[in-house]
Protein backbone atom coordinates (compact mmCIF):
# COMPACT_ATOMS: atom_id res chain seq x y z
CA UNK A 1 0.00 0.00 0.00
CA UNK A 2 1.31 3.17 -1.17
CA UNK A 3 1.79 5.55 1.80
CA UNK A 4 -0.31 8.79 2.04
CA UNK A 5 1.55 12.17 3.64
CA UNK A 6 -0.68 14.95 4.24
CA UNK A 7 1.27 18.50 3.94
CA UNK A 8 -0.22 21.53 5.64
CA UNK A 9 1.20 24.78 4.74
CA UNK A 10 0.16 28.41 4.12
CA UNK A 11 2.86 28.82 1.69
CA UNK A 12 1.71 27.39 -1.73
CA UNK A 13 5.11 27.77 -3.48
CA UNK A 14 6.38 25.64 -0.32
CA UNK A 15 3.69 23.20 -0.53
CA UNK A 16 3.91 22.31 -4.53
CA UNK A 17 7.80 22.03 -3.35
CA UNK A 18 7.02 20.04 -0.91
CA UNK A 19 4.56 17.51 -2.95
CA UNK A 20 7.37 17.18 -5.69
CA UNK A 21 9.22 16.13 -3.44
CA UNK A 22 7.67 13.21 -2.08
CA UNK A 23 5.60 12.22 -5.27
CA UNK A 24 8.85 12.14 -6.77
CA UNK A 25 9.91 9.63 -3.60
CA UNK A 26 6.83 7.38 -4.40
CA UNK A 27 4.31 8.75 -1.94
CA UNK A 28 0.30 10.25 -2.65
CA UNK A 29 0.25 13.84 -1.43
CA UNK A 30 -2.73 15.91 -0.29
CA UNK A 31 -1.79 19.70 0.28
CA UNK A 32 -3.51 22.32 2.67
CA UNK A 33 -3.31 25.78 2.87
CA UNK A 34 -5.70 26.03 5.85
CA UNK A 35 -5.16 24.13 8.81
CA UNK A 36 -8.79 23.70 10.13
CA UNK A 37 -9.40 22.92 6.83
CA UNK A 38 -6.53 19.79 6.93
CA UNK A 39 -8.37 19.03 10.52
CA UNK A 40 -11.68 18.56 8.95
CA UNK A 41 -10.31 16.45 5.96
CA UNK A 42 -8.04 13.93 8.25
CA UNK A 43 -10.64 10.86 8.39
CA UNK A 44 -10.86 11.13 4.58
CA UNK A 45 -7.68 11.67 3.52
CA UNK A 46 -6.52 9.12 5.87
CA UNK A 47 -2.91 9.95 6.12
CA UNK A 48 0.33 7.83 7.30
CA UNK A 49 2.00 11.11 8.01
CA UNK A 50 1.13 14.97 8.41
CA UNK A 51 3.53 17.42 7.56
CA UNK A 52 2.43 20.49 9.03
CA UNK A 53 4.01 24.04 9.18
CA UNK A 54 4.37 25.94 12.68
CA UNK A 55 3.68 29.50 11.46
CA UNK A 56 0.07 29.57 9.96
CA UNK A 57 -2.59 32.26 10.54
CA UNK A 58 -5.44 31.50 12.20
CA UNK A 59 -3.96 27.80 13.48
CA UNK A 60 -0.46 27.07 14.30
CA UNK A 61 1.11 23.80 14.14
CA UNK A 62 0.86 23.59 18.08
CA UNK A 63 -2.99 24.13 17.85
CA UNK A 64 -3.32 21.76 15.07
CA UNK A 65 -0.98 18.81 16.71
CA UNK A 66 -3.18 19.81 19.98
CA UNK A 67 -6.73 19.68 18.09
CA UNK A 68 -5.66 16.72 15.66
CA UNK A 69 -4.67 14.06 19.02
CA UNK A 70 -8.01 15.35 20.75
CA UNK A 71 -10.32 14.97 17.66
CA UNK A 72 -8.97 11.76 16.17
CA UNK A 73 -8.13 9.44 19.06
CA UNK A 74 -8.01 6.29 17.06
CA UNK A 75 -5.34 8.52 15.01
CA UNK A 76 -2.69 8.25 17.46
CA UNK A 77 -0.02 6.14 15.68
CA UNK A 78 0.00 8.95 12.81
CA UNK A 79 3.48 10.76 13.13
CA UNK A 80 3.09 14.85 13.14
CA UNK A 81 6.37 16.22 12.03
CA UNK A 82 6.61 19.98 12.20
CA UNK A 83 8.45 22.58 9.72
CA UNK A 84 9.92 25.72 10.50
CA UNK A 85 11.78 28.61 9.78
CA UNK A 86 12.05 28.55 13.41
CA UNK A 87 15.39 27.00 14.49
CA UNK A 88 15.96 27.66 17.81
CA UNK A 89 16.08 25.77 21.28
CA UNK A 90 12.74 27.54 22.63
CA UNK A 91 10.87 26.09 19.36
CA UNK A 92 12.56 23.03 19.27
CA UNK A 93 11.76 22.33 22.87
CA UNK A 94 7.83 23.98 22.16
CA UNK A 95 7.56 21.04 19.27
CA UNK A 96 8.47 18.22 21.32
CA UNK A 97 6.30 18.73 24.26
CA UNK A 98 3.69 19.63 22.17
CA UNK A 99 3.03 15.69 20.82
CA UNK A 100 5.68 16.63 17.77
CA UNK A 101 6.88 13.39 16.42
CA UNK A 102 9.79 15.50 14.76
CA UNK A 103 10.84 18.75 13.90
CA UNK A 104 11.87 19.97 10.42
CA UNK A 105 13.87 23.25 9.76
CA UNK A 106 13.56 25.41 6.95
CA UNK A 107 15.07 25.27 4.37
CA UNK A 108 15.00 22.02 4.09
CA UNK A 109 18.14 19.58 3.37
CA UNK A 110 16.44 17.43 0.77
CA UNK A 111 17.90 14.25 1.32
CA UNK A 112 17.47 14.65 5.51
CA UNK A 113 13.93 15.64 4.75
CA UNK A 114 13.33 12.31 2.67
CA UNK A 115 14.95 10.43 5.45
CA UNK A 116 13.11 11.54 7.86
CA UNK A 117 9.79 10.94 6.33
CA UNK A 118 11.07 7.66 5.50
CA UNK A 119 11.93 6.69 9.16
CA UNK A 120 8.81 7.76 10.56
CA UNK A 121 7.14 5.41 7.54
CA UNK A 122 8.96 2.53 8.40
CA UNK A 123 8.07 3.07 12.48
CA UNK A 124 4.72 3.10 11.92
CA UNK A 125 4.37 0.13 9.51
CA UNK A 126 6.07 -1.67 12.13
CA UNK A 127 3.62 -0.87 14.70
CA UNK A 128 1.07 -2.22 11.98
CA UNK A 129 3.04 -5.48 11.96
CA UNK A 130 2.76 -5.73 15.72
CA UNK A 131 6.99 -5.56 16.61
CA UNK A 132 6.57 -5.06 19.43
CA UNK A 133 10.32 -4.86 19.98
CA UNK A 134 10.69 -1.11 19.11
CA UNK A 135 7.94 0.10 21.51
CA UNK A 136 6.73 3.02 19.47
CA UNK A 137 3.87 4.87 21.36
CA UNK A 138 1.88 8.18 19.96
CA UNK A 139 2.64 11.48 20.00
CA UNK A 140 5.79 10.77 22.40
CA UNK A 141 7.97 10.53 19.13
CA UNK A 142 9.71 6.61 20.22
CA UNK A 143 10.75 7.73 23.72
CA UNK A 144 9.06 5.56 26.34
CA UNK A 145 9.10 4.95 30.28
CA UNK A 146 12.63 6.50 31.62
CA UNK A 147 13.94 7.59 28.26
CA UNK A 148 10.75 9.88 28.08
CA UNK A 149 11.14 10.24 31.43
CA UNK A 150 14.93 11.99 31.10
CA UNK A 151 13.73 13.81 27.66
CA UNK A 152 11.36 16.02 29.44
CA UNK A 153 13.91 16.63 32.48
CA UNK A 154 16.69 17.35 29.76
CA UNK A 155 14.20 19.95 28.37
CA UNK A 156 13.55 21.74 31.48
CA UNK A 157 17.29 21.45 32.12
CA UNK A 158 17.83 23.15 28.71
CA UNK A 159 15.73 26.08 29.21
CA UNK A 160 17.40 26.60 32.74
CA UNK A 161 20.72 26.68 31.51
CA UNK A 162 21.64 23.36 33.66
CA UNK A 163 24.24 21.96 30.92
CA UNK A 164 27.69 23.58 30.55
CA UNK A 165 31.09 22.71 29.35
CA UNK A 166 33.93 21.09 31.11
CA UNK A 167 37.57 21.58 30.27
CA UNK A 168 40.33 18.32 29.94
CA UNK A 169 43.40 19.49 29.37
CA UNK A 170 45.74 18.31 26.77
CA UNK A 171 49.58 18.41 27.56
CA UNK A 172 52.75 19.00 25.45
CA UNK A 173 55.64 17.38 26.54
CA UNK A 174 57.04 20.52 28.23
CA UNK A 175 53.88 20.31 30.58
CA UNK A 176 52.60 23.48 29.35
CA UNK A 177 48.76 23.32 28.58
CA UNK A 178 47.72 25.19 24.85
CA UNK A 179 44.79 23.14 24.63
CA UNK A 180 41.58 21.30 26.29
CA UNK A 181 38.77 19.20 25.07
CA UNK A 182 35.30 20.68 25.80
CA UNK A 183 32.65 17.92 27.63
CA UNK A 184 29.24 18.48 28.48
CA UNK A 185 28.38 18.03 31.90
CA UNK A 186 25.04 18.38 33.47
CA UNK A 187 24.35 20.24 36.55
CA UNK A 188 21.16 18.41 37.54
CA UNK A 189 19.18 19.90 40.66
CA UNK A 190 22.38 22.75 41.08
CA UNK A 191 24.52 20.32 42.94
CA UNK A 192 24.87 16.49 41.11
CA UNK A 193 27.50 16.38 37.60
CA UNK A 194 26.26 14.07 35.54
CA UNK A 195 28.66 13.00 32.71
CA UNK A 196 27.10 12.93 28.79
CA UNK A 197 27.01 9.38 28.52
CA UNK A 198 23.71 9.54 30.60
CA UNK A 199 21.89 12.05 28.26
CA UNK A 200 24.02 12.49 24.98
CA UNK A 201 22.65 9.52 23.77
CA UNK A 202 18.91 10.76 24.37
CA UNK A 203 19.84 13.99 22.99
CA UNK A 204 20.94 12.35 19.74
CA UNK A 205 18.04 10.23 19.51
CA UNK A 206 15.12 12.86 20.17
CA UNK A 207 16.25 15.92 18.49
CA UNK A 208 18.01 17.98 21.21
CA UNK A 209 22.03 17.46 20.53
CA UNK A 210 21.55 20.56 18.29
CA UNK A 211 20.46 23.25 20.67
CA UNK A 212 23.00 21.41 23.76
CA UNK A 213 25.67 22.05 21.32
CA UNK A 214 24.17 25.54 20.46
CA UNK A 215 24.07 26.22 24.30
CA UNK A 216 27.59 24.96 25.45
CA UNK A 217 29.19 26.66 22.38
CA UNK A 218 28.07 29.93 23.19
CA UNK A 219 29.32 29.02 26.25
CA UNK A 220 32.62 28.16 25.35
CA UNK A 221 32.93 31.42 23.27
CA UNK A 222 32.28 33.39 26.49
CA UNK A 223 35.34 31.26 28.27
CA UNK A 224 37.26 31.95 25.69
CA UNK A 225 37.07 35.48 25.38
CA UNK A 226 37.15 36.21 29.14
CA UNK A 227 40.58 34.42 29.38
CA UNK A 228 41.61 36.32 26.44
CA UNK A 229 40.37 39.73 28.08
CA UNK A 230 42.73 38.96 31.34
CA UNK A 231 46.07 38.08 29.43
CA UNK A 232 47.58 36.95 26.42
CA UNK A 233 46.24 33.16 25.70
CA UNK A 234 47.10 30.66 23.07
CA UNK A 235 44.62 28.15 24.34
CA UNK A 236 42.49 25.88 22.36
CA UNK A 237 39.07 24.38 22.86
CA UNK A 238 38.01 21.16 21.17
CA UNK A 239 34.52 20.87 20.50
CA UNK A 240 32.99 17.28 19.62
CA UNK A 241 30.00 17.56 17.08
CA UNK A 242 27.21 14.87 16.15
CA UNK A 243 26.77 13.37 12.93
CA UNK A 244 23.60 15.36 12.89
CA UNK A 245 25.45 18.74 13.10
CA UNK A 246 26.39 17.41 9.08
CA UNK A 247 23.28 15.83 8.34
CA UNK A 248 21.59 19.16 9.20
CA UNK A 249 24.19 21.25 7.71
CA UNK A 250 24.63 22.73 10.72
CA UNK A 251 28.40 22.72 11.11
CA UNK A 252 28.61 25.62 8.42
CA UNK A 253 26.38 27.73 10.78
CA UNK A 254 28.38 27.05 13.76
CA UNK A 255 31.96 27.86 11.65
CA UNK A 256 30.24 31.63 10.63
CA UNK A 257 29.57 32.35 14.07
CA UNK A 258 32.82 31.88 16.02
CA UNK A 259 33.45 35.38 16.42
CA UNK A 260 36.69 36.42 14.24
CA UNK A 261 38.76 37.25 17.49
CA UNK A 262 38.75 33.94 18.41
CA UNK A 263 37.96 32.19 15.44
CA UNK A 264 41.56 30.55 15.66
CA UNK A 265 40.83 29.09 19.09
CA UNK A 266 38.28 26.82 18.63
CA UNK A 267 38.61 23.55 16.49
CA UNK A 268 36.35 20.60 16.29
CA UNK A 269 36.13 16.58 16.32
CA UNK A 270 34.38 14.45 14.42
CA UNK A 271 34.21 10.86 14.45
CA UNK A 272 34.39 8.02 11.58
CA UNK A 273 30.72 7.42 12.22
CA UNK A 274 30.19 11.11 11.12
CA UNK A 275 31.08 10.22 7.59
CA UNK A 276 29.69 7.00 6.94
CA UNK A 277 27.88 7.14 3.90
CA UNK A 278 27.84 10.99 3.44
CA UNK A 279 31.66 11.65 2.79
CA UNK A 280 31.63 14.08 -0.35
CA UNK A 281 28.92 16.12 1.75
CA UNK A 282 30.72 16.11 5.21
CA UNK A 283 34.20 16.83 3.00
CA UNK A 284 32.61 19.83 1.43
CA UNK A 285 31.89 21.40 4.95
CA UNK A 286 35.54 20.76 6.31
CA UNK A 287 37.04 21.77 3.11
CA UNK A 288 35.06 25.37 3.66
CA UNK A 289 35.74 25.23 7.66
CA UNK A 290 39.41 24.60 7.25
CA UNK A 291 39.79 27.06 3.62
CA UNK A 292 38.04 29.49 6.82
CA UNK A 293 41.02 28.25 9.35
CA UNK A 294 39.05 26.05 11.23
CA UNK A 295 41.24 23.45 12.60
CA UNK A 296 39.37 20.18 12.30
CA UNK A 297 40.89 16.25 14.41
CA UNK A 298 39.00 12.97 13.65
CA UNK A 299 38.39 11.74 16.51
CA UNK A 300 38.53 7.93 17.75
CA UNK A 301 41.22 7.18 14.93
CA UNK A 302 41.65 3.42 13.70
CA UNK A 303 38.22 2.41 14.93
CA UNK A 304 36.27 2.94 11.68
CA UNK A 305 36.85 0.71 9.01
CA UNK A 306 37.56 3.46 5.98
CA UNK A 307 40.45 5.06 8.19
CA UNK A 308 42.60 5.32 5.19
CA UNK A 309 40.38 6.36 2.48
CA UNK A 310 39.32 9.53 4.35
CA UNK A 311 42.98 11.10 5.50
CA UNK A 312 43.51 11.08 1.69
CA UNK A 313 40.16 12.24 1.00
CA UNK A 314 39.61 14.87 3.79
CA UNK A 315 41.31 17.80 4.38
CA UNK A 316 41.26 17.12 8.15
CA UNK A 317 44.01 19.03 10.16
CA UNK A 318 44.37 16.47 12.46
CA UNK A 319 43.75 12.86 14.16
CA UNK A 320 43.12 12.06 18.00
CA UNK A 321 43.93 8.75 17.97
CA UNK A 322 41.43 6.18 20.45
CA UNK A 323 42.11 5.12 24.17
CA UNK A 324 41.54 1.49 23.19
CA UNK A 325 45.38 1.88 21.29
CA UNK A 326 46.58 3.86 24.24
CA UNK A 327 45.21 1.79 26.73
CA UNK A 328 47.65 -1.24 25.67
CA UNK A 329 50.54 0.55 23.95
CA UNK A 330 53.30 -0.32 26.38
CA UNK A 331 52.04 -3.99 27.49
CA UNK A 332 51.34 -5.72 23.75
CA UNK A 333 53.25 -5.03 21.21
CA UNK A 334 50.41 -4.97 18.20
CA UNK A 335 48.72 -2.24 20.18
CA UNK A 336 52.28 0.16 20.44
CA UNK A 337 53.21 -0.75 16.89
CA UNK A 338 49.83 0.55 15.64
CA UNK A 339 50.47 3.71 18.37
CA UNK A 340 53.46 4.28 16.35
CA UNK A 341 52.26 3.29 12.38
CA UNK A 342 49.32 5.97 13.36
CA UNK A 343 52.30 8.52 13.90
CA UNK A 344 53.61 8.20 10.93
CA UNK A 345 50.38 8.36 8.94
CA UNK A 346 50.15 11.95 10.64
CA UNK A 347 53.40 12.87 9.75
CA UNK A 348 53.00 11.35 6.11
CA UNK A 349 49.45 13.87 6.19
CA UNK A 350 51.11 16.87 8.15
CA UNK A 351 48.39 16.56 10.78
CA UNK A 352 48.85 17.45 14.28
CA UNK A 353 48.18 14.29 16.77
CA UNK A 354 47.03 13.77 20.26
CA UNK A 355 46.58 10.69 22.36
CA UNK A 356 43.67 10.65 24.54
CA UNK A 357 42.71 7.98 27.19
CA UNK A 358 46.39 8.09 29.23
CA UNK A 359 46.44 7.09 32.23
CA UNK A 360 49.56 6.30 33.90
CA UNK A 361 53.45 7.35 33.44
CA UNK A 362 54.31 4.46 31.55
CA UNK A 363 51.83 5.32 28.95
CA UNK A 364 52.98 9.12 28.72
CA UNK A 365 56.49 8.63 28.33
CA UNK A 366 56.01 5.53 25.83
CA UNK A 367 53.86 8.15 23.62
CA UNK A 368 56.21 11.18 24.14
CA UNK A 369 58.72 9.24 23.44
CA UNK A 370 57.26 8.23 20.29
CA UNK A 371 56.94 11.69 18.94
CA UNK A 372 53.63 12.33 20.19
CA UNK A 373 52.43 16.28 20.12
CA UNK A 374 49.93 16.62 23.37
CA UNK A 375 48.02 13.59 25.60
CA UNK A 376 45.06 14.19 27.67
CA UNK A 377 43.73 11.92 30.23
CA UNK A 378 42.92 10.69 33.83
CA UNK A 379 46.82 10.85 34.12
CA UNK A 380 47.26 14.67 33.76
CA UNK A 381 43.34 15.98 35.04
CA UNK A 382 39.59 15.20 34.14
CA UNK A 383 37.11 17.69 32.80
CA UNK A 384 37.05 20.54 35.00
CA UNK A 385 35.05 23.46 35.42
CA UNK A 386 35.46 26.59 33.51
CA UNK A 387 36.66 28.21 36.64
CA UNK A 388 38.77 25.65 37.81
CA UNK A 389 40.57 25.53 34.34
CA UNK A 390 40.97 29.18 34.24
CA UNK A 391 42.78 29.07 37.93
CA UNK A 392 45.19 26.53 37.43
CA UNK A 393 46.11 25.99 33.76
CA UNK A 394 45.52 29.83 32.42
CA UNK A 395 45.59 31.96 35.21
CA UNK A 396 48.01 35.40 34.10
CA UNK A 397 49.73 34.00 37.14
CA UNK A 398 50.02 30.44 35.92
CA UNK A 399 53.86 30.33 36.52
CA UNK A 400 53.80 31.06 39.99
CA UNK A 401 50.52 28.48 40.73
CA UNK A 402 51.65 25.31 42.06
CA UNK A 403 50.95 22.67 39.16
CA UNK A 404 48.01 20.47 39.63
CA UNK A 405 49.64 17.20 40.03
CA UNK A 406 50.43 14.66 37.50
CA UNK A 407 48.85 11.61 39.42
CA UNK A 408 45.41 13.75 39.89
CA UNK A 409 42.27 11.14 40.53
CA UNK A 410 39.36 10.78 38.33
Known amino acids: MTDRIMVIDDDDDFSEYLAVLLAGAGYVVDTFSNAQEALDSVGLVAPSLILCDLVMPGM ?46 KPINQALFLATVTCRLEQISRIRKGDLAFNIFRSEGNRTGKDHDLYKTMCAALEAGEFCAHYQPKVSRDGVIHG ?112 SGSQIFIDDFGTGFSSLSYLQNLPVTGLKVDKSFVDNCVTDSRSGALVKSILDLAAIFDLDIVAEGVENEDQKAFLFDAGYDEL ?31 GMQH
Not at 73 to 86: E, M, Q, R
Open 180 to 291: AEALARWIHDGKTVLPPNTFIPIAERYGLILPLTDSLLNQIKMDVENWDAKGPSDINISVNLSPVHFSFENFRNIIEHIPSKIFNQISFEITETSLLGNIDKVGDLIRHAVE
Open 60 to 105: DGFQFIHKFRHRYPDGAHIPVVLISAKNNITEVIKAKFSGADDFIA
Open 376 to 406: QGFLFSPAVSSTHFEKHYIAPNYDQLPKPSL
